[in-house]
T-cell receptor, first 112, second 119 residues
């Protein structure tokens, strides 16, 4: 079946540090890949997405590249801010399905 | 646009009581979903409705029922609440992208959540 594996947290960084959160997936066909972010006390919101191999999604300084050869979609940001502290979820939508498969989430804590 | 709205925001029930969580979207999406979020478990799909008039079980459907009332509204019912159903519940909606190679879901938009405690 379809699955998403992402690194466990929490990830603790100082402000302006470089961020990488790893995400790998298992799916048949050509899934779409997503990163969602959840701020404390809120619902999930889309951060970025990529719908085909080698696409790069980007938003608010975050980037992720759809790598089919390594089945990965790692999230990166060059310089994190305290306001980036949140839980980040990697997800996929596989061919033939309307549903998303989520990873378990990675908490990011950024200190000043 | 309000996006996806959920009511209530908070609820406390006693074991055995029933309640319905309401969800509505104003984005003309054809697919809607109910998830629960528990610490360390990520999001787990309870039920979904790929289109108006259809509903399907997700990963954790036991103890729940759903109704797709119309294209806008999708409700989740707990007939006899149990402490194991203490959780945060999220509703979401999306479009479905049809393609000759096999359609798939598009971005899901989430509501703000309902925090449910069952005593």
């Amino acid at each position: 079946g379809n699955s998403v594996t992402q690194m466990e947290g929490p990830v603790t960084l100082s402000e302006e540090a470089f961020l990488t959160i790893n995400c790998t997936y298992t799916a048949t066909g050509y899934p779409s890949l997503f990163w969602y972010v959840q701020y404390p006390g809120e619902g999930l919101q889309l951060l970025l997405k990529a719908t085909k191999a080698d696409d790069k999604g980007s938003n608010k300084g975050f980037e992720a590249t759809y790598r089919k050869e390594t089945t990965s979609f790692h999230l990166e940001k060059g310089s994190v801010q305290v306001s980036d502290s949140a839980v980040y979820f990697c997800a996929l939508s596989a061919s033939g399905y309307s549903t998303l498969t989520f990873g378990k989430g990675t908490m990011l804590l950024v200190s000043p | 646009n309000a996006g996806v709205t959920q009511t209530p925001k908070f609820q406390v029930l006693k074991t055995g009581q029933s309640m319905t969580l309401q969800c509505a979207q104003d984005m003309n999406h054809n697919s809607m979903y109910w998830y629960r979020q528990d610490p360390g478990m990520g999001l787990r799909l309870i039920y979904y409705s790929a289109s108006e008039g259809t509903t399907d079980k997700g990963e954790v459907p036991n103890g729940y029922n759903v109704s797709r009332l119309n294209k806008r509204e999708f409700s989740l019912r707990l007939e006899s609440a149990a402490p194991s159903q203490t959780s945060v519940y999220f509703c979401a909606s999306s479009t479905y992208i049809f393609a000759t190679s096999g359609g798939k879901g598009d971005t899901q938009y989430f509501g703000p959540g309902t925090r449910l405690t069952v005593l």
